[in-house]
């Protein structure tokens, strides 16, 4: 099925732990986003890809590194975790006139 | 600034009835998407519906119409005929071509409650 598979879907890091949250998109859709989403609250921006080849900040790009693999790949990597990442991440891909979510990765970081 | 306000935290709905979620937004790009998101209790974001800001007519998908009011910089989700999977935490978002048609803005969402 065409969408946005993310892996992996749960993890658990100690502080200072690194890892790398994968994303890839079988829509061919240009643009590929991830964000952050705390308890109780709406989406935040970490970082996004409007093309291959290209990333920008978002909202909250600080602890956090992203690489546009290809066209259909965009990973995100936590260099050394601290509690305050922990969250729940989705990974997005939109063209023109839509958007597929990931179906989310769920970090806690102790 | 925040570009998209969904002023409605929370609403409950009766089965069958419609309800209409408000989404304004602020920008001074003439070429804009708006779209609309469903969160259910699981977790996944679900696309619904997608408004270009040159379109002349309402987007409509199924049940979810979008009622866009250009001027007034609105962008409200009508679901007709409520159901109880209905309930979920709805966003708006906008993505502008300021940004080059990258990053998305989204609202604080609203949360609905459908009753039987």
């Known amino acids: 099925n065409a969408g946005v598979t993310q892996t992996p879907k749960f993890q658990v890091l100690k502080t200072g732990q690194s890892m790398t949250l994968q994303c890839a998109q079988d829509m061919n859709h240009n643009s590929m986003y991830w964000y952050r989403q705390d308890p109780g609250m709406g989406l935040r921006l970490i970082y996004y890809?409007?093309?291959?080849?290209?990333?920008d900040k978002g909202e909250v790009p600080n602890g956090y590194n992203v690489s546009r693999l290809n066209k259909r790949e965009f990973s995100l990597r936590l260099e050394s975790a601290a509690p305050s990442q922990t969250s729940v991440y989705f990974c997005?891909?939109?063209?023109?006139?839509?958007?597929?979510f990931g179906s989310g990765t769920r970090l806690t970081v102790v | 600034a925040q570009k998209i306000t969904q002023t409605q935290p929370g609403m409950f709905v009766q089965e069958k009835e419609a309800v209409t979620l408000d989404c304004t937004y602020d920008?001074?790009?003439?070429?804009?998407?708006l779209f609309w998101y469903k969160q259910p209790s699981s977790g996944e974001m679900i696309f619904l519906i997608y408004?270009?800001?040159?379109?002349?007519q309402n987007a409509t998908e199924g049940r979810y119409s979008l009622n866009f009011q250009k001027a007034r910089k609105s962008a409200n989700l009508v679901i007709s005929a409520s159901q109880l999977g209905d309930s979920a935490m709805y966003f708006c978002?906008?993505?502008?071509?300021?940004?080059?048609?990258?990053?998305?803005?989204f609202g604080a969402g609203t949360q609905v409650v459908v009753t039987p």
């Open positions: 920008t001074s790009d003439q070429s804009y998407g």
């Open positions: 408004q270009g800001s040159y379109d002349e």
């Open positions: 978002a906008m993505r502008e071509t300021t940004d080059s048609w990258g990053k998305f803005q």
């Open positions: 890809s409007a093309s291959e080849g290209t990333t």
């Open positions: 997005a891909s939109s063209d023109y006139r839509e958007s597929t």
